[in-house]
């Protein structure tokens, strides 16, 4: 039986990856830089070789849950905005226009949250505001203790609060009753810790990066729950015309074409693919950018029905993968797919074959066959790291044999990688607003048009045969 592990010197470990590379087939390898706690500055990793479209069959999709399966990008980037303006006291947009798309959104998007936290903070370190900061983190320490329901979450805050030399604090008793009180919100947690911070204005301290890049990750995720909580109690439309600037836009909705393509794979279309096309169609025609004319989609209707009989033959796995926390995903999703049964009703197609639909979306969970987020892994190990894909393929029961046959759908560069990394050689880059500057070099293949367009034009990356 061969050793877990096994000490190779300088040499052999060059002789190692050489004779890896061979053995995979391997042309190309990632070095994903490692969060500054663990000793190791990076980890090398083989890429799966690049399986490219068309794919002679489909056994399972991975797919990325922000700014692929959903809205929500926009909301996460807002969020880490407020925990810049709140360490550096600059919460008027006079004083500072907030987050560069150029310089900021490449860094923030796809990674973990504490690697988003740790780029900021050391990006904007030399703006700290000191006292801005203590009162930003109590403030995130009491709105935490008082709302939060994930256990997780709770121990990650009062374990911050030690480091800050603050472990006094959330067993003090006026606190302690302040947290229970039931009253804590965003709009008075404020004026609720301003005893406190007086209190523990000389005990509180940040004495290395890493503490301050955890106080900072409070700030964030007391920000982005907070509004996840008004969205769970239907204000979700008001907070995106409030925090976005947006009308009309929910904060958390299915990205365009998600409906249509989780009833595709999972063969629920039947025989009724007129209406489903048409809504594909639409949304392309919709971005003239794009270039298509409706000449061309004409001819994909007669394919998307071959497509839809292929999978109603064979359905395909589906993952739902997110470097999110699983508090977030588990407010996120039920909305997301609330959201698309909802919208079936309004689909084109016989009231018998909605009721069908719909009936499959009632329980979120049952969606997926495979649903992976943060929560399942270390925070070091989060994307660009391969671990949440493999912990997918692994709930998938796909055997590595097949991995070939898995398509991986991201938006971000570092998802990208650790689809690959995965094994996944067919890793799709479907880049939105926010992430349209990233480096796609990895990516199999870019489709700028969303799922629509991976779907009509690209004929979910099948071969014309396969789907006859």
């Known amino acids: 039986m061969e050793k877990l592990a096994r000490y190779l010197n300088a040499e052999e470990t060059s002789e190692e990856i050489r004779h890896l590379a061979d053995q995979l087939g391997v042309t190309e390898f990632a070095q994903v830089r490692n969060l500054e706690y663990v000793s190791s500055p990076y980890e090398l990793y083989p890429l799966a070789p690049r399986v490219a479209p068309p794919l002679e069959r489909i056994v399972a999709f991975a797919v990325d849950m922000d700014g692929t399966s959903t809205t929500t990008e926009p909301l996460a980037l807002h969020a880490l905005e407020y925990m810049v303006r709140r360490f550096t006291g600059r919460m008027d947009p006079a004083t500072w226009p907030g987050l560069d798309e150029q310089l900021d959104h490449p860094y923030v998007i796809g990674n973990s949250n504490f690697r988003h936290t740790e780029f900021l903070v050391t990006r904007y370190r030399d703006q700290l505001d000191y006292a801005a900061l203590r009162q930003a983190f109590i403030e995130a320490v009491c709105w935490t203790l008082a709302n939060v329901r994930d256990a997780q979450r709770v121990r990650d805050v009062t374990r911050n609060a030690q480091a800050c030399g603050l472990g006094d604090l959330?067993?003090?008793?006026?606190?302690?009753?302040?947290?229970q009180s039931g009253t804590v919100s965003a709009d008075n947690v404020g004026q609720l810790v301003a005893p406190f911070v007086r209190r523990f204005e000389r005990a509180f301290r940040c004495d290395h990066s890493g503490v301050l890049v955890s106080a900072a990750l409070d700030i964030y995720y007391a920000r982005y729950h907070a509004i996840l909580q008004l969205i769970e109690r239907g204000e979700g439309g008001r907070l995106s015309r409030e925090l976005l600037g947006q009308s009309g836009q929910r904060l958390v909705e299915p990205m365009p074409g998600y409906g249509v393509f989780l009833a595709l794979i999972k063969g629920w279309?039947?025989?009724?693919?007129?209406?489903?096309?048409?809504?594909?169609r639409g949304e392309l025609l919709a971005h003239p950018q794009l270039g298509y004319t409706p000449a061309e989609?004409?001819?994909?209707?007669?394919r998307f029905a071959r497509l839809a009989a292929r999978f109603r033959r064979?359905?395909?796995?589906?993952?739902l993968v997110t470097a999110s926390i699983r508090y977030e995903a588990e407010v996120v999703m039920p909305e997301v797919v609330r959201l698309v049964a909802q919208r079936v009703r309004n689909w084109p197609i016989s009231a018998a074959r909605k009721d069908q639909i719909t009936a499959h979306?009632?329980?979120?969970?049952?969606?997926?066959?495979?649903?992976?987020?943060?929560?399942?892994a270390c925070e070091h190990r989060l994307k660009p790291h391969h671990d949440l894909y493999s912990l997918a393929l692994c709930q998938m029961s796909v055997p590595k044999s097949e991995y070939r046959f898995c398509v991986g759908l991201e938006d971000t560069e570092p998802g990208i990688i650790a689809l690959r990394a995965a094994g996944v050689g067919c890793a799709v880059a479907l880049p939105n607003r926010d992430t349209s500057h990233q480096d796609y070099s990895a990516a199999t293949i870019v489709i700028r048009g969303g799922l629509p367009e991976l779907i009509l034009v690209?004929?979910?990356?099948?071969?014309e045969e396969v789907t006859r």
């Open 170 to 179: 959330p067993d003090e008793r006026g606190f302690r009753e302040v947290t």
């Open 458 to 463: 690209h004929n979910l990356l099948l071969p």
């Open 269 to 280: 279309l039947g025989n009724e693919t007129d209406g489903p096309y048409e809504l594909l």
């Open 361 to 376: 979306l009632e329980d979120y969970h049952a969606v997926f066959d495979a649903f992976v987020n943060a929560s399942d």
């Open 314 to 319: 064979q359905p395909a796995k589906l993952a």
């Open 297 to 302: 989609l004409d001819a994909y209707g007669p």
